[in-house]
């Protein structure tokens, strides 16, 4: 499990509220992370763990206040989110699959113009994580596995060189193995000092990983829990239908 270098909140989350048309999806949800945490997020199915990051990226309609390193972050101005340092690796990958594994690298660095000396640090660094990637530069990125696919998502994340890393669902249809290796290598970002707030079904392998973990069920933060005390799958479970 990381290791937090300082008890300093770098996001806070305060009465976040969402809603889908006349349904409410969040309700008043107050979470926090901080600097060097992995912040794991859980719950069943539609509880609202998707449109909490959504919600913090300004992907969503919502009510409330997002700080993140004391500046309120702009409601709806994803852009300026991101601008800000918060980078969101979204459910479903969203790589753009009739672009290259280059060219979506490169989009992943637009605020620094997707090239340069910085960009070519950058795209190292990456490759270096994922070495698979590295032997597809060239391919269209659509034509790789799941699991290749999700290495792409997670690097085009990191070519922006977040300050907040935010993850959803990033095991979604992978294999064991591949899922592993992904989320082992989330745990490496993470002892290297990158923040990371994670969204994940596979609730064992996230609280591995985590210093704290937050349940949400129907909406609503249902517990904050500490990963060392869970001891067993049931002694979870019942957090989430609180």
């Known amino acids: 499990m990381g290791n937090p270098r300082s008890r300093e909140k770098i996001l806070e989350v305060q009465a976040l509220s969402a809603r889908y048309g ?6 008043s949800i107050d979470l926090d992370v901080c600097d060097g945490e992995l912040v794991a997020v859980l719950g069943p199915n539609g509880a609202g763990k998707s449109t909490l990051l959504r919600s913090v990226m300004g992907l969503t309609n919502s009510t409330g206040t997002v700080r993140f390193r ?6 709806r101005d994803t852009s300026a989110i991101a601008k800000c340092g918060v980078v969101l690796v979204p459910e479903g990958r969203g790589i753009f699959g009739p672009m290259t594994v280059e060219e979506n690298l490169q989009l992943g660095a637009y605020l620094i113009g997707g090239r340069g000396a910085v960009f070519e640090q950058r795209r190292e660094g990456v490759l270096s994580l994922f070495p698979r990637l590295k032997e597809r530069m060239t391919q269209v990125a659509g034509s790789m596995s799941g699991g290749e696919q999700q290495m792409l998502a997670v690097g085009r994340a990191l070519m922006a060189q977040p300050s907040l890393l935010m993850l959803d669902e990033p095991s979604l249809g992978l294999a064991p193995k591949v899922t592993t290796e992904i989320l082992e290598t989330l745990g490496q970002l993470n002892r290297q000092g990158l923040p990371i707030l994670l ?21 609503r933060i249902a517990a904050q ?6 001891k067993s799958h049931d ?3 019942r957090f989430y239908f609180q």
């Open 235 to 237: 002694e979870l479970t």
């Open 70 to 75: 004391d500046t309120v972050l702009p409601r």
């Open 199 to 219: 969204v994940e079904q596979k609730a064992p392998l996230a609280l591995k990983l985590a210093n704290r973990a937050y349940v949400v069920s129907n909406g």
């Open 225 to 230: 829990i500490d990963p060392r005390e869970i």
């Open 22 to 27: 006349q349904v409410e999806a969040l309700h």
